[in-house]
């Protein structure tokens, strides 16, 4: 008798150890994923936290969290899709003179958005880590939080995608910008943290977390009705990261189950927190109830 197979609506980022599972290569007992290709992968985010559109997707941790303070019926699988430093986000222009850290408060500074996983990260490590407060900055965004439910603070500037924040801020009609893509090649784009790699070495050597940036949730209907095919999902996520562990690399920027994602976890949540993101510090345990029932750890 042939087994019954699960058609599962998935939309996984291009990494390479989502390679050789969106490729075929590598498939999961009872389970079958089918990809849609949408990129970039945070045009996800917002239709699985509105309407759970996938059955698993890719999701900027910050949303996660947002959706977990409005009830959206998702559940965070404790698989991370990737994370990086954040030091060398925010840019300003040189030849309009220097910025530093503690030029910040009064500054006008952009964001996409003011929930972007990045801007929450950054404003985190500089309020907490350089004693700088960025609730005195003035800020401009582009659109709001993947979560409708969510107000951003009345006071923000709100322009539209259209404009371009770094041509923005080169025109001198914001300071600086927090700009998570990859920078162009200009000389007069300058990191107002100095030196960011040594300071994210730095960083990492007293917080010992690469700050999460994407990870992967499940519809909750999913979870309740069909608990092994999540196991499933989650083993053949792991398997295509263990097929890419690199052999020597001490910082691991995608960590996988409960314990490892913990400390990463508890930190992005203390500062949305701060940050009136979210009402209230949720705990690890709670967020990976569902989870840890399913997958153990």
Not at 67 to 78: D, G, Q, T
Not at 109 to 123: I, K, N
Not at 135 to 159: C, F, I, M, S
Not at 161 to 174: C, N
Request: hydrophobic share 40%; proline share 6%; glycine share 6%.
């Amino acid at each position: 008798m042939a087994q019954t197979i699960t058609k599962l609506r998935a939309v996984l980022g291009n990494y390479p150890h989502t390679a050789k599972i969106k490729s075929g290569e590598f498939k999961a007992d009872g389970v079958e994923l089918e990809f849609e290709e949408i990129k970039p992968v945070n045009r996800a985010f917002k239709p699985m936290a509105q309407d759970q559109k996938f059955d698993v997707s890719e999701m900027a941790i910050v949303t996660y969290l947002l959706a977990r303070a409005y009830n959206k019926p998702i559940v965070l699988l404790p698989a991370v899709m990737f994370g990086r430093f954040q030091h060398n986000t925010l840019v300003y222009s040189a030849e309009h003179g220097k910025i530093g850290l503690h030029d910040l408060p009064g500054k006008r500074l952009a964001v996409r958005s003011y929930t972007q996983t990045t801007g929450v990260w950054l404003r985190g490590i500089i309020e907490n880590d350089y004693g700088v407060d960025l609730n005195k900055a003035h800020w401009t965004v582009q659109e709001g939080a993947h979560v409708a439910e969510y107000k951003d603070p009345p006071e923000l500037n709100r322009v539209s995608m259209e404009h371009d924040l770094l041509k923005m801020m080169l025109a001198r009609e914001i300071d600086a910008v927090i700009y998570g893509a990859d920078l162009p090649d200009d000389p007069r784009l300058k990191t107002v943290i100095e030196n960011p790699k040594e300071e994210a070495a730095k960083w990492f050597k007293k917080h010992a977390v690469v700050p999460i940036n994407h990870m992967v949730v499940v519809k909750k209907s999913l979870v309740e009705q069909q608990p092994e095919g999540v196991r499933q999902v989650y083993e053949l996520l792991r398997r295509g990261k263990t097929s890419t562990m690199p052999s020597s690399d001490p910082i691991e920027t995608s960590p996988f189950g409960i314990e490892a994602t913990r400390p990463g976890l508890e930190l992005i949540i203390e500062y949305a927190h701060q940050q009136k993101i979210i009402p209230r510090r949720y705990s690890v345990d709670e967020i990976y109830e569902d989870a840890a029932r399913i997958i153990g750890a």
